[in-house]
């Protein structure tokens, strides 16, 4: 068995995380609370606080100006890679419901970057299947329904250029990946596409253990 080198993630420890990393602005701070307070029961949906400014990084980092969001909830992580791309930067965000996306649109606003955010809602496998074929995806976040990561993922890698980056969220879920008791649901679907991506020749991954899980995938050729 691999020795894990990890630190056992306490309080105190994530604390300590979150104060070496860059802080929340004000409307990013202000997205998540009002998020916990408005749908509390959805919460959990929302990207974590140390995932935002990694979200930011890499698009500063790959010098992504085409992004690609498929799953937005109240939209904190498109609001972070949003203002982390250039003037003339596009976010294309995919979601189905009017309801939170309109909490993040304020937020949007608020932070001055809703020209750069073209949110589609509709199915996001319809979205993606809209967008133009050739390869001009810069970057691209998976964070949806866990049972169409792999048809996302699909639709995703063609029109992703190369040196073009998948992020993909939740790909531990909770630690349930490896238990075998657990045969379907979103667990089992996330076992099935971190296994997708581990054979897919097209790409090279990484995968992390950012907050629920975090794969780095770079489009190669």
């Known amino acids: ?3 894990t080198k990890s630190a056992a993630l306490t309080d105190e420890l994530y604390a300590y995380v979150l104060a070496h990393n860059p802080p929340l602005d ?3 701070s202000a997205l998540v609370e009002s998020t916990r307070a408005l749908f509390p029961q959805d919460a959990i949906k929302q990207v974590a606080r140390e995932q935002a400014p990694l979200l930011a990084f890499l698009v500063r980092l790959t010098g992504a100006r085409t992004v690609v969001e498929v799953g937005t909830f109240t939209g904190l992580s498109a609001l972070a890679m949003a203002q982390a791309l250039p003037a003339d930067g596009r976010l294309v965000a995919l979601d189905v419901s009017e309801e939170w996306t309109a909490h993040a649109r304020g937020a949007w606003a608020e932070a001055g970057v809703a020209d750069r955010i073209d949110l589609r809602i509709a199915p996001a496998l319809d979205s993606l299947r809209a967008l133009p074929a050739e390869p001009h995806i810069d970057l691209a976040f998976i ?5 169409g990561y792999v048809d996302y993922w699909e639709e995703i890698v063609p029109r992703l250029r190369p040196g073009g980056l998948i992020v993909a969220d939740n790909v531990l ?3 349930e990946v490896v238990d075998p008791s657990v045969t379907s649901g979103p667990a089992a679907a996330i076992r099935v596409f971190n296994e997708h991506v581990l054979a897919d ?13 975090l794969t780095l995938a770079r489009r190669v050729g």
Do not use: C, H, I, Y
């Open 201 to 213: 020749k097209r790409m090279e991954s990484v995968m992390l253990t950012v907050a629920d899980g």
């Open 173 to 175: 879920f909770f630690g």
């Open 26 to 28: 004000p409307v990013q």
């Open 1 to 3: 068995m691999p020795e």
């Open 143 to 147: 964070d949806a329904n866990k049972d």
